[in-house]
């Protein structure tokens, strides 16, 4: 199904554009009927996951169902650079902003059906009751970020095993998930991880934040139909010398895209 999904909307065209109306704003109404949703589809790819069946094809179906459910609460999406992930099927590293829940998930609908990725996600997701069976079925790169020195030793030698398995990355280098793009904060390990396996990276950036942060668990945020979901790929590259510069050159283009999406004040 999710192959078979991304064929109907993603397979021939560069963009994505959602094309459903802003239900009426009824207070707290998206938010309940979209985690209800939500939690459906986690507990369903869970037991998948306890199964040994949660593969490729059900994750980005996951991906999808979670998509078309922020779709259903008025979400709208905008999806451009989709023909990066097409024409360069070799593994790469992905190297995104982090603002909230959404794009560790919605991304997945887009790449996976074209080639197998995975996630560099926080100790912390893997000992969530019911999702840490579904986020360890899809073999993440788990980091603890209490010491940098060893999280920084771990994705450089796990990443490899996993570039050289033909499978790309997701990754975040920012410290944490916020609203605010922290420039200060962004930092090398996914152009050092790329240097060191002759691999591309792919800059991502996001706007997420109709997917808020909960106070109490970041993953329980509010829901705000009012807010569009964007997310643009840049064209992939190499990284010569020690990766300064295409770092920056990454931070550039997520620094462009929020400005061009009118929300500079994002960038710190």
Not at 78 to 91: A, D, K, T, V
Request: charge should be positive; hydrophobic fraction near 40%.
């Amino acid at each position: 199904m999710g192959c078979k999904l991304h064929n109907e909307i993603f397979s021939s065209n560069d963009e994505y554009r959602t094309r459903v109306e802003i239900p009426k704003n009824i207070p707290l109404f998206p938010s309940l009927k979209f985690f209800i949703k939500l939690a459906r589809i986690v507990i369903h790819g869970s037991n998948l996951g306890k199964l040994g069946l949660y593969n490729n094809e059900r994750w980005a179906e996951s991906a999808f169902d979670i998509m078309h459910a922020l779709e259903g609460v008025g979400v709208k999406m905008h999806f451009s650079g989709m023909q990066y992930i097409r024409e360069y099927l070799e593994p790469t590293i992905f190297i995104s902003n982090h603002m909230g829940t959404l794009e560790t998930m919605v991304p997945v609908a887009i790449i996976e059906p074209v080639k197998p990725v995975l996630y560099v996600v926080k100790q912390e997701l893997v000992e969530y009751p019911v999702f840490k069976h579904l986020i360890s079925a899809r073999e993440p790169i788990v980091v603890g970020r209490k010491n940098p020195r060893e999280d920084l030793v771990h994705v450089l030698t796990e990443g490899a095993d996993r570039l050289q398995s033909g499978k790309s990355i997701i990754l975040f280098p920012q410290k944490t998930r916020s609203a605010q793009f922290d420039t200060d904060g962004f930092n090398t390990l996914g152009v050092k991880l790329a240097k060191k396996n002759n691999v591309t990276v792919t800059p991502m950036a996001v706007l997420t934040d109709a997917w808020g942060n909960g106070k109490i668990v970041k993953e329980f945020g509010k829901i705000d139909p009012t807010k569009e979901v964007k997310i643009a790929f840049g064209k992939p590259f190499k990284v010569e010398g020690n990766g300064a510069e295409e770092n920056e050159h990454i931070i550039n283009f997520i620094k462009s895209k929020l400005t061009e999406w009118g929300r500079k004040d994002l960038i710190l």
